[in-house]
């Protein structure tokens, strides 16, 4: 076993993981949807994105790619989040909130090809 | 795939963002979670979007201060806390990004990057030049300054600094690496589609073989051109078709040779492949007689054979005594006294017979003992022709002072030799036909050739008749027009002035003619060799690029280019028709 492996692992999944949780609920409704969990979110994706710099495979390259894209989609649904409440005048209305919540699913979609990716190359590894 | 620097950066990068991202990602959240109270006393959460803002200008000491509302003691702590943290955070990572910036392992990364986008820029056949040393440097300036792309190797990291700083008119890329390494000289362009030539010119005779045989077997079509100082390399590289190699020792010995025998053909050929726009050699009288010979060594031995061919009386000064054995060796029955001493100094040069000799060869290998030798039988002999070997680039000023008549210079003469070779191959071919004229021929030629130049050494350039080089002569021929030489050397500027230039010889498939009249009819596709002044090859390409000017010189009315132009004639025109009619 590897313990770079497993930490390397872990954040990937757990980005995924915590991506669907806030995900996962009704589009509209802000109760469903918690701020520290969209924030939970970012900083793992962040390190996870990290962790992939300067892998020159193919396909290290395809994961910091998918990584990048989940990274571009959360950050969007966070600025788009601070500018409703902080910035417009009406806070955060349910056409808002689905916006936010369509672009951390873009972000589980990037984090699902990330994961499988992962597994893919650990299944072609011989033991 | 990545570059190898950018990707390097990265892997270092690692650790610092993962610090810096964990340190302002718990500050921050601290800074929602705890609790603070706002103007009017009521508790008060700050959110994500303060919180982050308020952690970014502490963590980086821009410090706004406790704002929107001044903070709670619980919050203070934290801040505290925040503040040790997140500013440590962020200056490990600019210092490690400060330190991986001045590794030498990225710096050669960066090199080699930036080498190799130089190269991918490149656009036009280019010469891979290997050795940056005094005859890599000549060539590369006589080459880049005249617009030919080239890339330098060397395997010394001050030689390609001293290319970096150079400032040649097209950028000349270099690299540090050892050509002897076959995959290191593929790195550098050998295997670029666009090479047109490999120039091995190193210092060790070994190194260049090897640039020759890695060449010739990796790329077959690529022309190699080779120093060599030694025959036994000579005869290998020629034995696995390296183009050209360039023997200093040779070259000078047979240029010597025509100065003694013909010193109107030295002076014609020390004209037309000297550096153009310096000042003109003056011609140069070697006298038969006795000469001194100083330094038995690879030049020495080279104009032994010529005085000795010449049946002149030569005494030999050498240090070694190896070489007195060799020189018995090869020459038994030969009179010629052999003296060991440096010829530094009178004596030995008095028993050498400086007195009444009539000439000097200072050619050993220390500048030092050949400027010396040169000082001291100067005093002892106001009459010689002297002719000096200069070993290094530094000592040029010294050997001019001396008053040397001939400066024998291994660098400068591969570099001019390689120079003209790929510049203008036609100027050998006329130099070779040359050789076969009578001295009387030579005379003329040399007349008329100070008629058209000024006081300093000419340029030699070569145009051909083709569509690329001559657009506008070629149209015309192929209209079926007639155009003499005479007429495309007059001034495109006022036609009644010639351009002060010598057609030397035009090369017509595969006829010769040497000096071609004025008169001369000129075809398609001819090779005209020119000789002139530096504004002479501006002029004549003018009137073979632009059709206006070829035009003009040779007084014919021309169509006009012009769209409106072109109307109003082409009605003019058609209006005479009619009216023809």
Not at chain 1, 65 to 82: D, E, P
Not at chain 1, 113 to 122: D, F, G, H, P, R
Not at chain 2, 361 to 377: C, F, K, Q, R, Y
């Given at each position: 076993m590897n313990l770079e492996k497993v930490i390397f692992s872990f954040f990937m999944i757990l980005a995924l993981t915590l991506n669907f949780g806030f995900f996962y609920g009704d589009v509209h409704n802000p109760d469903h949807h918690n701020v520290y969990e969209l924030y939970a979110v970012i900083v793992i994706n962040l390190i996870a994105t990290?962790?992939?710099?300067?892998?020159?495979?193919?396909?290290?390259?395809?994961?910091?790619?998918?990584?990048?894209?989940?990274?571009?989609?959360?950050?969007?649904?966070?600025?788009?989040?601070?500018?409703?409440?902080?910035?417009?005048?009406?806070?955060?209305?349910?056409?808002?909130?689905?916006?936010?919540?369509?672009?951390?699913?873009?972000?589980?979609?990037?984090?699902?090809?990330?994961?499988?990716?992962?597994?893919?190359?650990?299944?072609?590894?011989?033991? | 795939m990545m570059n190898p620097a950018t990707s390097l950066i990265l892997r270092q990068m690692r650790a610092?963002?993962?610090?810096?991202?964990?340190?302002?990602?718990?500050?921050?959240?601290?800074?929602?979670?705890?609790?603070?109270?706002?103007?009017?006393?009521?508790?008060?959460?700050?959110?994500?979007?303060?919180?982050?803002?308020?952690?970014?200008?502490?963590?980086?000491?821009?410090?706004?201060?406790?704002?929107?509302?001044?903070?709670?003691?619980?919050?203070?702590?934290?801040?505290?806390?925040?503040?040790?943290?997140?500013?440590?955070?962020?200056?490990?990572?600019?210092?490690?990004?400060?330190?991986?910036?001045?590794?030498?392992?990225?710096?050669?990364?960066?090199?080699?990057?930036?080498?190799?986008?130089?190269?991918?820029?490149?656009?036009?056949?280019?010469y891979l030049i290997c050795g940056y040393g005094e005859t890599g440097q000549d060539l590369v300036e006589g080459l880049?300054?005249?617009?030919?792309?080239?890339?330098?190797?060397?395997?010394?990291?001050?030689?390609?600094?001293?290319?970096?700083?150079?400032?040649?008119?097209?950028?000349?890329?270099?690299?540090?690496?050892?050509?002897?390494?076959?995959?290191?000289?593929?790195?550098?362009?050998?295997?670029?589609?666009?090479?047109?030539?490999?120039?091995?010119?190193?210092?060790?005779?070994?190194?260049?073989?090897?640039?020759?045989?890695?060449?010739?077997?990796?790329?077959?079509?690529?022309?190699?051109i080779v120093r060599s100082e030694h025959h036994d390399y000579e005869e290998n590289m020629k034995?696995?078709?390296?183009?050209?190699?360039?023997?200093?020792?040779?070259?000078?010995?047979?240029?010597?040779?025509?100065?003694?025998?013909?010193?109107?053909?030295?002076?014609?050929?020390?004209?037309?492949?000297?550096v153009p726009d310096s000042t003109l050699s003056d011609p140069v009288v070697l006298k038969e007689g006795h000469w001194v010979l100083c330094g038995y060594g690879r030049l020495g031995k080279r104009i032994f054979e010529i005085l000795r061919q010449l049946k002149l009386s030569v005494t030999i000064i050498d240090t070694l005594p190896t070489q007195r054995v060799d020189f018995h060796r090869c020459y038994p029955d030969d009179k010629s006294k052999f003296i060991l001493g440096t010829g530094t100094d009178a004596d030995t040069l008095i028993d050498a017979g400086i007195e009444k000799a009539v000439g000097l060869?200072?050619?050993?290998?220390?500048?030092?003992?050949?400027?010396?030798?040169?000082?001291?039988?100067q005093m002892l002999n106001k009459n010689l022709s002297i002719i000096a070997r200069q070993n290094e680039m530094i000592n040029k000023d010294l050997f001019i002072a001396s008053k040397a008549d001939v400066i024998m210079h291994p660098s400068e003469i591969v570099a001019r030799r390689i120079r003209t070779l790929l510049d203008n191959p036609l100027l050998l071919e006329f130099l070779q036909e040359c050789y076969q004229q009578s001295n009387e021929w030579i005379n003329i030629t040399i007349s008329s050739l100070s008629g058209s130049i000024n006081e300093l050494t000419p340029h030699c350039w070569t145009n051909t008749l083709n569509e690329e080089e001559a657009p506008a002569v070629y149209a015309a021929l192929s209209k079926g027009r007639k155009i003499s030489l005479k007429q495309v050397l007059k001034n495109p500027i006022l036609r009644y002035r010639q351009i002060c230039c010598l057609p030397l010889m035009i090369k017509r498939n595969n006829d010769i003619i040497l000096i071609p009249g004025d008169s001369e009819p000129l075809q398609k596709n001819d090779e005209i060799l020119f000789c002139g002044i530096s504004q002479a090859e501006i002029h004549v390409s003018q009137c073979m690029h632009d059709i206006h000017a070829l035009n003009y010189v040779m007084s014919f009315k021309?169509?006009?280019?012009?769209?409106?132009?072109r109307y109003i004639t082409g009605n003019t025109r058609q209006k005479r028709r009619t009216d023809d009619k």
């Open positions: 990290i962790m992939k710099f300067g892998d020159r495979s193919q396909l290290g390259a395809m994961l910091l790619a998918t990584s990048l894209v989940a990274n571009v989609q959360l950050i969007s649904a966070a600025i788009v989040w601070a500018v409703a409440e902080h910035v417009g005048t009406v806070g955060v209305t349910e056409a808002t909130m689905a916006t936010i919540v369509s672009l951390s699913g873009g972000a589980v979609l990037a984090n699902i090809i990330s994961v499988v990716l992962l597994t893919l190359e650990a299944s072609m590894l011989r033991h | 610092p963002l993962i610090v810096i991202v964990t340190v302002f990602s718990i500050a921050t959240l601290g800074m929602v979670l705890i609790p603070g109270i706002d103007e009017n006393g009521q508790p008060w959460h700050m959110d994500f979007f303060h919180a982050l803002y308020f952690v970014s200008f502490t963590a980086t000491t821009i410090g706004f201060g406790e704002i929107p509302y001044v903070l709670t003691d619980a919050q203070r702590i934290w801040v505290l806390i925040t503040i040790f943290f997140s500013v440590i955070g962020w200056f490990y990572a600019l210092s490690k990004i400060v330190s991986l910036v001045q590794t030498p392992i990225f710096k050669k990364a960066v090199i080699h990057a930036n080498f190799r986008r130089n190269l991918g820029q490149i656009n036009q056949g280019f880049a300054n005249k617009e030919n792309r080239c890339v330098v190797i060397d395997n010394n990291p001050d030689a390609i600094e001293t290319l970096e700083v150079q400032d040649y008119i097209t950028y000349v890329p270099g690299l540090e690496a050892d050509a002897k390494n076959p995959s290191q000289l593929e790195y550098a362009g050998l295997s670029h589609p666009l090479c047109k030539g490999v120039i091995a010119v190193t210092n060790s005779d070994a190194c260049n073989l090897k640039i020759a045989i890695t060449s010739k077997l990796l790329q077959p079509h690529i022309p190699v034995s696995f078709d390296t183009d050209h190699t360039i023997n200093p020792y040779d070259t000078f010995a047979l240029g010597f040779a025509m100065a003694m025998k013909s010193p109107s053909l030295y002076l014609l050929n020390e004209w037309l492949t000297g060869v200072a050619g050993s290998d220390n500048d030092s003992n050949n400027l010396s030798t040169i000082m001291t039988s021309g169509t006009p280019d012009s769209f409106l132009g």
